[in-house]
């Protein structure tokens, strides 16, 4: 809270003190009105706190169904004053129906207004095709993407399309990463914070951080679920329990690995390829090398040509839940034939 805001506070309880203590309403006696007027600032106070934490949406929803429920009060209150019931009854029934279309309009308001369209309210004009297309296109990050980092770079390359969408509990659950005591867990944490802001700068992406939250659902990943099936979008991740959890539940998944390995490029048995050994393999007389995404290649007889670019060929591929491994097989005679051919 600022201290601007405390003061604005303060003003209003001590305004309400005043005025109970100068007017004593229902006829009590000054210290009785002034503790009115205090109670009275502190239940303002306390509701005005609790509605800055309501999302616009939420906050819209409830107070039109509010207006409605006071609206359908106010009609079945004048039908109750055309029968001829005694007028206690009437004003009492009147006074109920009010309270009780107006709760009901508050509360049916502020549980659907996250799926109410601010252009179905009429507050914005109605969005074009175009737009409402790209809202719908919209795509949840979640925490581990969003420290992975890859994402970023695929933003760069104009390959995503629509909104990327940032929930609040996403951040918050970021920042918590950020300021963890470990020291790994720190800089995972402040890489995710980098790569937002990297995205945010991006002049063709457009990046919506979203107040809707789900305070009955436990778990960021329910919650992303739940945010994704309310705003019909897809969720972007790398997490793979995340991504099984979602399409279960019939949420599209966009995950980073699955296009990683899609991109990775084809390699064919027979073919030759030009690689760098890193290290010796587990089995006798291997060595191991990685191409630039990251895919290991297993080479046999290559264990004397370490820290070396040879050609080798490839003898099989084997693709696993981890990933893709590539075997291949170093001949000196490969090696021989590329020194013979002229330059």
Excluded: W
């Excluded at 795509?139 to 770079?153: H, N």
């Excluded at 995503?160 to 609040?168: A, R």
Aim: overall charge positive; charged content about 20%.
């Amino acid at each position: 809270m600022t201290v601007e805001m405390g003061v604005v506070r303060a003003t209003l309880v001590a305004a309400l003190v005043a005025a109970s203590y100068r007017f004593r309403p229902f006829h009590l006696s000054s210290k009785e009105a002034a503790l009115l007027g205090a109670v009275l600032g502190v239940i303002f106070v306390g509701c005005e706190m609790r509605l800055q934490k309501v999302g616009p949406a939420r906050l819209m929803g409830s107070a039109i169904g509010l207006i409605a429920g006071i609206l359908a009060a106010l009609m079945a209150g004048h039908l109750l004053s055309l029968t001829t019931l005694e007028k206690p009854t009437v004003s009492y029934l009147q006074l109920a129906l009010l309270v009780f279309f107006a709760y009901l309009g508050a509360v049916i308001g502020a549980t659907k207004g996250i799926q109410a369209s601010p252009a179905f309210v009429g507050v914005v004009p109605s969005p074009t095709s175009a737009e409402a297309a790209v809202l719908k296109e919209g795509k949840l990050l979640d925490t581990s993407v969003i420290i992975d980092g890859r994402i970023a770079d695929l933003c760069e390359t104009g390959f995503v399309e629509g909104t990327l969408i940032i929930p609040q509990f996403v951040l918050r659950e970021l920042q918590l990463v950020a300021d963890s005591a470990d020291s790994l867990k720190r800089n995972r944490g402040r890489r995710g914070l980098e790569m937002l802001e990297r995205i945010q700068k991006m002049s063709g992406v457009r990046v919506q951080i979203v107040e809707e939250d789900f305070p009955k659902v436990r778990g960021v990943d329910m919650k992303l679920i739940e945010l994704a099936r309310a705003r019909e979008a897809k969720i972007m991740t790398n997490d793979f329990n995340l991504n099984k959890v979602a399409q279960l539940q019939g949420v599209t998944v966009l995950n980073i690995n699955d296009l990683a390995n899609a991109l990775k490029p084809v390699v064919l048995p027979g073919e030759t390829m030009r690689v760098f050994i890193l290290k010796e393999g587990k089995e006798y007389n291997q060595g191991v090398a990685y191409l630039d995404d990251g895919t290991m290649v297993v080479v046999d007889n290559a264990r004397k040509m370490i820290s070396k670019t040879i050609d080798i060929a490839v003898t099989s591929v084997l693709q696993t839940t981890a990933g893709r491994m590539i075997f291949g097989k170093y001949d000196d005679r490969m090696r021989q034939e590329s020194v013979a051919q002229p330059s």
